[in-house]
């Protein structure tokens, strides 16, 4: 049985709020994550919402910021919030770059030196992470929902495109939607992945909804006062390949909000209960 | 006119989350401030709720933490947060003690040098602020409720027994409910008022409710696994004082919960909703 170091477990909407640390094989080194378990989870095993955080974000970010614990205990949901990436790596280059790095996983399997030892979130996210909190904890990962936020939003489209028997429901909050054509991957894919622009294509929602379409509404907000929102996140370039693939997607975007969690959390209560219906809490 | 500088504003829940900065008469120097402004202040004047936070915090910490904003939207309630003290005030042991001097204001006006030219935030709190408040932004004054946590519940009681007539309505998370009784107190009370005991009954929940009782009931949420409970916070002091006044108190333990945020979130509705009653936002 793997171990886990419980670094803090408190109280929290009749629910418990543990932050933990674990020996990671996937990520060859250690791992923090946060877990919300809801009252429920004293009668037996609950369906899991994940939530990826974005750049310079850690387990802690959308754990405190987003709101979600209130919910997931009215709704009997647990909840998983990774960190972005492993830390303390020492490799050259890991800290330092808020675009690369620690913090900056991207949610893929490096197979570049030295990332590909380290820096391999895809597998540590979709498998490693769910057998974990399978084995230690009363959650039923077979029921389980993806959502994430900018990079995080980025890796909840990639994972559940790639991934959907793993996932009943995806959402995102100002995902990266097309990073093969942004600043933000093409600055972090060719040192994670090398050169071949082609193995890209392998992590951008774009070319992946194209090839496999997600059973399901995708639901995603944007904010129009993101200043992040022409340049690095191309919510229309997403829009188009939804549509040419016959992707269900619900798109909606809203004046005045920003890039920020104030925005997260003024629209979280909409993809919890999104989430809830896909887990047959609602 | 007293000129505000704008540090953020964000939309939040319809509503718009802003960091202020501007120079405080009453504690010599810059002081910030959090006001959310609900969607309905668009409309006009809303009325306020002032939290008060505690030991170490900043007017962030409630801010981000407590998930007020969420029902301040709902209700057409504003929400300031003050910084819990003076900052960058070069005194000698005004930082490196949590528990004394810069984030530990105790909400009273200093007597001692050289405390007293600008640790007074109990003028800061009830004359300055809302005085500058009502000059800048759409809130009704003349309508506030006041919340706090810790010391700044210590601040929430003492400043609306003392004040009854600037708070419709009082209510506190964990509150130091006994200072000149415990050690937070006993440390602190000497430094700012001086070695004359009788100097610090002012600025005590105990003492002050046996002058002058509250116009409402006081609604006090205590978790039991809090580590401070018995030593520093003392409710079964406060609720004798309560009894033997004729002040109608709600004081309400919880198991399990601590003296954290998580705890604050899980009954912040209640609060909220106790505050909205008094000022006729139910």
Redesign the interface.
Known sequence: MSAIETISE?????GV?GFYRHASTACGGPMRFALYLPPQAAQGPCPLLYFLAGLTCTEETAT??A?M??LAAELGMALVMPDTSPRDTGFDGATGDWEFGEGAGFYLDATQAPWSTRFRMESYVVDELPALLAEHFPVDVTRSGLCGHSMGGHGALTLALKHPQCYRSVSAFAPIMAPTQVPWGRKAFPRYLGDDASTWAGHDACELVRQHTFPGTILIDQ?E?DPFLHTQLRPDLFEQACAAAGQSLQLRR?A???H?Y??I??FIEDHVRHHADALGLA
């Open positions: 408190q109280r929290c909407f009749g709020q405190l910021k709101g614990q209130r904010g006062a809203h005045g909000y920003d920020s104030w925005f959390a003024s």
